[in-house]
């Protein structure tokens, strides 16, 4: 099925039946998308990938947006994620291997695809995947997205998405230039309602599960020519966001990138990401 030059289709994988969305053509430049966002997260950035040479792919991960579960909701696991990735991949790049940017989240997923199957991947870019116990003192970043978590529990989306944005000790870091509190981006206003569907279940199932999560750091070790971390301009002083990175790069030697943007570069400034993106995927 095409909806305006984009193909979607669908994976039936253990659990679930997962859609994405193709466009383009040229080698598969695969779009791991992360937090409560779909595959319409790279709105902004997959028509310029894709009049670079690409057949841009992005998905809407298992339980949220367009991809249903079989069965009950449960917490989510990052290996279960990054077979659906790579089930993904199998679907659309059949012969060979793709490159692959996952944001966030999606950034976890990404790095689980690359370490459990290197053979797939051409190169793979995983901007500032939060996975916090990499951190010298990882404690307060449990402890804040646990109290996130309790919050939603108890109090509902609203309190715990305050408390989200905030930094462990109650900062809130500024907004990116041209991105007030609360304003979404033109390119990702079509997916609002579905991210707001969506939070309840990355809140209660995704978010601890995910940050707490330990990488293989020796299969990345082994696949380190193929790595490339990503660190936003904007978000470089968040250390849930950007010290992940840092830190994988330093235990595995991969190369370190800093982005436009922030935590979303991708969405705040799709041009320019989507550029240095390639030059990334080029290295």
């Not at 902004?44 to 809407?60: F, I, K, P, R």
């Not at 797939?120 to 951190?135: K, S």
């Amino acid at each position: 099925m095409k909806i305006s030059g984009i193909t979607v289709g669908t994976v039936k994988v253990p659990g679930a039946t997962l859609r994405y969305e193709a466009r383009g053509s040229g080698p598969v430049l695969l779009l791991v998308p992360g937090g409560a966002g779909d595959a319409g997260l790279f709105e902004g950035m997959a028509d310029l990938l894709a009049a670079a040479g690409h057949t841009v792919v992005s998905y809407d991960q298992r339980g949220l947006s367009r991809s249903p579960l079989d069965g009950p909701l449960a917490d989510q696991q990052v290996a279960a994620w990054g077979a659906d990735a790579l089930a993904v991949l199998d679907a659309v790049s059949p012969d060979g291997p793709a490159d692959v940017f996952g944001s966030s989240s999606g950034g976890i997923v990404a790095l689980a695809l690359l370490a459990a199957r290197p053979d797939r991947v051409r190169r793979l870019v995983a901007h500032e995947p939060p996975l916090v116990e990499l951190l010298a003192d990882p404690a307060p970043y449990r402890a804040h997205f646990a109290e996130v978590r309790e919050l939603h529990r108890t109090r509902g989306l609203g309190p715990a998405m305050a408390r989200f944005s905030e930094t462990p000790d109650g900062r809130r870091p500024e907004p990116a230039p041209g991105q007030g509190h609360g304003e979404l981006p033109s390119s990702i206003r079509p997916m609002a309602a579905r991210m707001a569907a969506n939070m309840p279940v990355f809140l209660e199932h995704v978010l601890c599960p995910f940050s707490s999560s330990a990488p293989d750091l020796d299969g990345l070790r082994s696949a380190a020519d193929k790595l490339v971390l990503g660190v936003g301009r904007e978000s470089a002083d968040q250390e849930a966001l950007a010290g992940p990175s840092r830190r994988i790069a330093e235990l595995t030697g991969a190369a370190l990138v800093e982005f436009p943007g922030g935590h979303l570069g991708c969405v705040e400034h799709p041009e320019e990401f989507a550029e240095l993106l390639l030059t990334a995927m080029r290295r």
